[in-house]
């Protein structure tokens, strides 16, 4: 991630117009570029201030990761990665409320190892969804990964089957999942849970899809569609149900909770 995406430090350049931003400004405008409507990656603590009334109420904060493999540098990756979030691993979730309405919350960490799904991010991530099915709560995840985590394998693949798994129960208990997977959300994230929301809503331009575009095209040898695997794209082709300012996420999320949760919140558990 180059130092333009992040949003950190005072002045941030935007890389949809190359507009050099005021980042106090910027995070008023909800990290979107005023001049060009560019989207800047923002981080879980920015997705909870802007989804939630009133923060995330974590669970399994502590749950952190081995390393069943003895994977090289895995170890110490992993410790950088926890000094740079101040996290175990890669997904936090619990409850919250959304307009005063509780739903289960989840959310992903590109900065740490990328996002990567490893065993402790796919068992808090079916966590969330058995939550979700007990308290009989809506569910709602933010998604950004580079994938299924290289240094756990296989413990990592199984992650994919595992939330899925954990959806199709969701599904028959008829409680909504509202995916919402933004820039980038690729590999064995979005070849399993991020895919399979009830409603998949993304943010202008997000990188959404499984391999990268040069993958792809040398392994059929055609050149591919302009802006392929990005949410304009995916809308068109019905990938996607939304594509949506930040600005607008929060109504957007509250509006589609009222048509498909309209239980009154002392109904619908407690917080
Ligand atoms: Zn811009």
């Known amino acids: 991630m180059t130092q333009s995406q992040t949003p950190d430090g005072m002045w941030l350049r935007c890389d949809g117009c190359g507009e050099i931003l005021y980042r106090k400004a910027l995070e008023r405008n909800f990290f979107i570029c005023m001049r060009c409507g560019h989207h800047f990656r923002i981080f879980p603590e920015q997705y909870i201030k802007i989804i939630l009334d009133n923060g ?3 669970l399994d904060s502590d749950l952190a ?3 069943p493999l003895e994977f090289p540098q895995y170890r110490e990756k992993l410790a950088k990665a926890r000094s740079k979030t101040g996290k175990p691993d890669a997904f936090s979730y619990g409850k919250g409320k959304i307009s005063g309405r509780p739903v289960v919350f989840g959310v992903m960490d590109f900065r740490f190892i990328g996002g990567s799904m490893g065993s402790v991010v796919g068992e808090k991530i079916a966590r969330s969804i058995r939550l979700a099915r007990n308290k ?3 569910l709602i995840i933010v998604s950004t990964s580079g994938g299924a985590r290289m240094h756990e394998g296989m413990f990592s693949l199984m992650q994919m089957a595992k939330t899925a798994a954990e959806l199709g129960l969701l599904r028959q208990a008829h409680i909504p999942y509202i995916s919402i997977p933004v820039d980038p959300c690729t590999g064995g994230v979005m070849a399993s849970f991020a895919s399979l929301g009830d409603i998949i809503i993304s943010e202008p331009g997000a990188l959404l899809g499984f391999a990268g575009p040069r993958v792809i095209e040398n392994t059929i040898g055609e050149k591919l569609p302009k802006g392929f695997q990005r949410a304009e794209f995916l809308l068109k082709h019905g990938f996607l149900d939304m594509v ?3 600005r607008d996420l929060k109504e957007t999320l509250t509006r589609i909770l009222s048509i498909l949760w309209p239980q009154k ?7």
């Open 265 to 271: 919140q002392d109904e619908s558990g407690t917080l």
């Open 244 to 246: 949506v300012s930040r």
């Open 56 to 58: 995330l109420k974590e």
């Open 136 to 138: 009989r709560l809506p």
């Open 65 to 67: 990761p081995s390393d």
